[in-house]
């Protein structure tokens, strides 16, 4: 196993109402999952190849519950990466170089049955983690733009959390309000439902907590 680890920031949007019954050990409310994520590797290694500054994303789609399986997928890699650091991204983001069910990486790997060919390109995200805002663009493939949730009355701004001291992703995610739309392969459409604002940290063994 190579060892690898990431600092980054992410931007979740998928088909569950705010909250995601899947946060919960509880199933998806629409009776299925289509997700789309962009992150931002602040700072990262795998081996001695350097990932500093580079973008990932995917889109995903299960027809049932993630654990159930049969899931669809297609990963997006920053232009810019050099061939090692291409490849060293895609082992990560397959699971590869990494304990069993040990990041969400691994563990929606196991789940995916098709596996599109990955595209190597421009990935502009724009993520303020504090302030629930940003949005994710891949040309000809994802437009997501997520916000805070606001209160129905006032229209103001409201802030919740989510705290997972044993989760494979995060540790505390801000929650928001995300919208979703993209082509290609794997075609996924949201309006107004979970988005998902995270700082990562991660290695092959997890989620490093402080």
């Not at 990431?6 to 569950?16: A, D, F, N, Q």
């Not at 990262?44 to 399986?69: N, Q, Y």
């Not at 990935?123 to 733009?145: C, N, P, S």
């Not at 805070?148 to 701004?157: S, Y």
């Amino acid at each position: 196993m190579t060892s690898w680890e990431i600092k980054g920031r992410e931007l979740v949007s998928c088909t569950c109402e705010y909250g995601c019954n899947c946060q919960f050990n509880a199933l998806p409310d629409k009776g299925h999952c289509h997700a789309v994520a962009g992150i931002q590797i602040d700072e990262g290694h795998h081996g001695e190849t350097a990932l500093d500054g580079l973008r990932i994303a995917a889109i995903f789609k299960w027809p049932g519950a993630i654990h159930e399986g049969n899931g669809e997928a297609i990963a997006f890699v920053d232009e810019s990466a050099t061939d090692r650091q291409r490849n060293a991204l895609l082992r990560i983001m397959t699971g590869q170089d990494t304990d069993p069910f040990a990041t969400m990486f691994a563990v929606y790997a196991s789940t995916v049955t098709k596996m599109n060919e990955p595209v190597f390109t421009k990935i502009d995200l724009d993520l303020d983690i504090d302030g629930r805002r940003g949005r994710i663009f891949v040309k000809d493939y994802i437009e997501t733009v997520g916000e805070p949730i606001r209160n129905k009355v006032t229209g103001a701004d409201s802030r919740a959390q989510i705290v997972l001291p044993n989760g494979f992703e995060y540790a505390v995610a801000e929650i928001g309000s995300a919208s979703s739309t993209t082509s290609g392969p794997v075609q996924v459409s949201t309006k107004d439902s979970y988005g998902q604002f995270a700082r990562l940290h991660l290695n092959n063994h997890g989620v490093v907590r402080a």
